[in-house]
C-alpha cells in the first residue's frame, strides 16, 4: 500500500526538476540568441550535461570493472 504513496512522489520530485530543468536550459538558449555571454554559458551547461550523464557514468562503470 505505501509503494503507491512513494511512487507518486518520485515522479512528481522528478516531474518538478525536469520542468526547472527544461525551463532554464530555454530561458539560457533565447538569451544566447543576443549575448555572447549566454552563449558561453549555455555552451558550458551542455558540456557539463555530456560530462554527467555520459562520462562519470562511463567512469563509474570501468572503475567498477576493473
Known amino acids: ?4 504513496k512513494i511512487r507518486s ?3 512528481k ?3 518538478k526538476i525536469t520542468s526547472w ?3 532554464a ?5 533565447n538569451k544566447s540568441k543576443t549575448s ?3 552563449t558561453f554559458l549555455l555552451l558550458f551547461l551542455a558540456l557539463y550535461e555530456i560530462f554527467e550523464h555520459f562520462i562519470i557514468p ?4 570501468w572503475w567498477s570493472l576493473k
Do not use: R
Open 36 to 38: 555572447v555571454w549566454f
Open 21 to 23: 530543468h527544461h525551463k
Open 58 to 61: 562511463a567512469i563509474l562503470i
Open 9 to 11: 512522489k518520485i515522479l
Open 25 to 29: 536550459f530555454t530561458y539560457v538558449a
Open 1 to 4: 500500500m505505501e509503494q503507491p
Open 13 to 15: 520530485i522528478t516531474d
